[in-house]
Every structure is written in structure tokens, then in C-alpha cells.
């Protein structure tokens, strides 16, 4: 499976330390994206990063790509109580000349403030 | 700003029974997607559409399942009767480009919870 893997599966830390969330995945991508997920709601954009990026930064996020150890981490600097949600990185899978994203399990975030 | 809608927030049904989950998505964008998410657990492609037909579908869009765009504006998913283990929250989505070489990113909807009982 194409899948993007999270990993930890649930993370607990205090307000004002950083956050790391890694993604793994098996095949070549042309690009992994990661999704925030506040409980009961809708998926939402956080940043791309594509095969030829090894790093993207966005306010306090930072992703990092590893093309030759097919995996992905996201950091969270500083985080916050408002950070609290469910991570997820998106692979994209090459299907009948399409792509289509698909997610792994998530990264379940608690900051405690 | 754009977003996506979804209609219902909460639907509960016999088992056996029809649903229709309706979306709108946002209106300049070409490829629509139903995700669906059981509690607690991963996000699961279920079927991307494009062009007034059905583009990919996993294993898990059976014959119970449909989309149509009906009306240029709304896109449905249908489950004809529906089972216990359907029970979860559906996730439309839509974003301007699926086939070229790189994927945008996917505007999701605020989902349809599904409980079958």
C-alpha cells in the first residue's frame, strides 16, 4: 500500500515545546502533504512538499522530506493548547493516470497548557 | 473565503436502509473526492470523480455505493442499504487539479456523520 504510516501514534507535551511527527511511506511519490484534523471536524491543509523539496518551512511548521528513506517528518516549534488536534500525512498514489491522496492513521497531538 | 459543504452534519438510520450525503464543493474545482473515517481510525479513499464520471474507486465502494453530480453543483454519495459496519464520518472533498503531476491540495469538508443502527 501507497499509504503514508504516522509515527508516534499519539504524543503528549507540555506548552512551549516542539512537536515532531514522522510519516513513512513504500513507494515513489510525487509529492506528501500534511492534513490537521481537529476532533469531529474536516481535514484541513497544512503544507506540500514535493519529491525534488527536502524542506519547507511555514510559520511555526517545518516538514522535512527524505526521498531515500521514503519518510517525512513535521515539526511543531513552540507549540500551543490550540495545536491539540490529529496530524496527517497524505502520499499521493498514482491510479489510472490519476493521484490520489491517501492517509495514514495520524499522529493524535495533546499540548497541555 | 470558498469551502466545502456538507449535508447532514448527523444522520441516523436503520440498517437496510438508504442514504444520500450530499456536497457542494468549491466551485471553480474540477476533481471531487468522498473519504470516509470510522471512529478513531485512518482516512479511507473511497472514490474521486472527474468530469461527470467516476475516476478511481477503492475496494471498499462497492455496488452499494454511488456518486452523481447531479445538478452541476452537488455531488452525492448514495449507500442503497446501508450496514452496521458503514457507521462513520464521510468526508467530501474537491481540489482544482487530480492528474497532473502533482496533486494540489484537498479542501475537505466538515463531514457527515453516519450512525447505523
Known amino acids: 500500500s501507497q499509504q503514508g504510516e504516522e509515527d508516534p501514534q499519539a504524543l503528549s507535551i507540555q506548552e512551549g515545546e516542539n512537536a515532531t511527527m514522522n510519516c513513512s511511506y513504500k513507494?515513489?511519490?510525487?509529492?506528501l502533504q500534511w492534513y490537521r484534523q481537529n476532533s469531529g471536524r474536516g481535514l484541513v491543509h497544512l503544507i506540500l512538499?514535493?519529491?525534488?523539496?527536502r524542506e519547507k518551512h511555514s510559520g511555526r511548521l517545518r516538514v522535512t522530506l527524505d526521498t531515500s528513506k521514503k519518510s517525512s517528518s513535521l515539526l511543531i516549534t513552540a507549540s500551543r493548547a490550540a495545536d491539540t488536534a490529529s496530524y496527517f500525512c497524505?502520499?499521493?498514489?498514482?491510479?489510472?493516470?490519476?493521484?490520489?491522496?491517501?492517509f495514514g492513521r495520524g499522529t493524535s497531538l495533546i499540548v497541555h497548557p | 473565503e470558498p469551502e466545502v459543504t456538507q449535508t447532514p452534519s448527523h444522520q441516523v438510520t436503520q440498517m437496510g436502509q438508504e442514504v444520500i450525503l450530499r456536497c457542494v464543493p468549491i466551485?471553480?474545482?474540477?476533481?471531487f473526492y468522498w473519504y470516509r473515517q470510522i471512529l478513531g481510525q485512518k482516512v479511507e479513499f473511497l472514490v474521486s470523480f472527474y468530469n461527470n464520471e467516476i475516476s478511481e474507486k477503492s475496494e471498499i465502494f462497492d455496488d452499494q455505493f454511488s456518486v452523481e453530480r447531479p445538478d452541476g453543483s452537488n455531488f452525492t454519495l448514495k449507500i442503497r442499504s446501508t450496514k452496521l459496519e458503514d457507521s462513520a464520518m464521510y468526508f467530501c472533498a474537491s481540489t482544482v487539479r487530480g492528474k497532473a503531476r502533482y496533486t494540489g491540495e484537498l479542501f475537505f469538508g466538515e463531514g457527515s456523520r453516519l450512525t447505523v443502527l
Open positions: 497524505a502520499t499521493d498514489a498514482e491510479s489510472g493516470g490519476s493521484y490520489i491522496p491517501t
Open positions: 512538499i514535493r519529491s525534488n523539496e
Open positions: 513507494t515513489s511519490i510525487n509529492n
Open positions: 466551485s471553480n474545482h474540477l476533481y
